[in-house]
């Protein structure tokens, strides 16, 4: 059965703070990794991610794929109150419709 | 252009009753999700349309869940009966292809609350 499984699922950081959030998956003919931002009601795109090894990046945020190990990272540097929210990463196969979620991991970025 | 929208954004039903949710799709997307996200979890797929194929419906909960898709654009998802554990934010997705190829652009939700 396809599976994204999150980590850590609640995490809690000052601002200035560096978080690293983790994203393992188990997707068949997996075709890319997908991080959203979710702050109130709709996710927003933040990066596909389809080649092992290559850094994305947007600002503060970057992440990477490694197809070998099956996960990917999400790293936000630098991080601001804005940044709290539920960080969801999503399996995406290349013959299927169906994005596989993870459950989320809920950022708090304190003052 | 315009971005996905859904309808209601909130909606309140009694145990028993049929409810309508309505997913109006950006203009040219022919790929079109539905997520269900119960407090606390992450999404989970539903149904998806794709064109004029088949829609894939392997994530409906049960057979109280139905959508359709009219014209290629606006989606209905009905749930009859409804109980109280399907009360959720229910999120609509279009993209233009399939969603491990392209880009999910997601509307705001609606909220259902069975009482």
């Known amino acids: 059965e396809d599976k994204v499984v999150q980590s850590p699922l609640s995490l809690v950081v000052h601002e200035g703070d560096t978080v690293t959030l983790n994203c393992s998956y188990e997707v068949t003919n997996f075709r890319s990794l997908l991080w959203y931002k979710q702050e109130k009601k709709a996710p927003t795109f933040l990066f596909m991610l389809t080649s092992s090894g290559i850094e994305k990046k947007s600002g503060r945020l970057s992440s990477i794929l490694d197809k070998k190990e099956l996960f990917s990272i999400l790293n936000i540097t630098a991080t601001q109150t804005g940044d709290s929210a539920i960080y969801l990463c999503?399996?995406?196969?290349?013959?299927?419709?169906?994005?596989?979620f993870g459950q989320g991991t809920t950022l708090q970025v304190k003052p | 252009g315009a971005g996905v929208s859904q309808s209601p954004s909130n909606k309140v039903t009694e145990k028993g009753k049929d409810v309508e949710l309505r997913c109006d799709p950006i203009?040219?997307?022919?790929?079109l999700y539905w997520y269900r996200q119960s407090l606390g979890q992450g999404l989970e797929f539903l149904i998806y349309f794709q064109g004029n194929s088949a829609p894939d419906k392997s994530g409906l909960p049960s057979d109280r869940f139905s959508a359709e898709r009219t014209g290629g654009s606006v989606s209905t998802l009905t749930i009859q009966r409804t109980q109280q554990e399907d009360s959720a934010v229910y999120l609509c997705?279009?993209?233009?292809?399939?969603?491990?190829?392209?880009?999910?652009?997601f509307g705001p939700g609606t909220r259902l609350t069975v009482t």
């Open positions: 203009s040219g997307h022919t790929a």
């Open positions: 999503a399996g995406g196969s290349s013959n299927t419709g169906k994005l596989i």
């Open positions: 997705a279009s993209s233009l292809g399939l969603a491990g190829l392209y880009e999910q652009y």
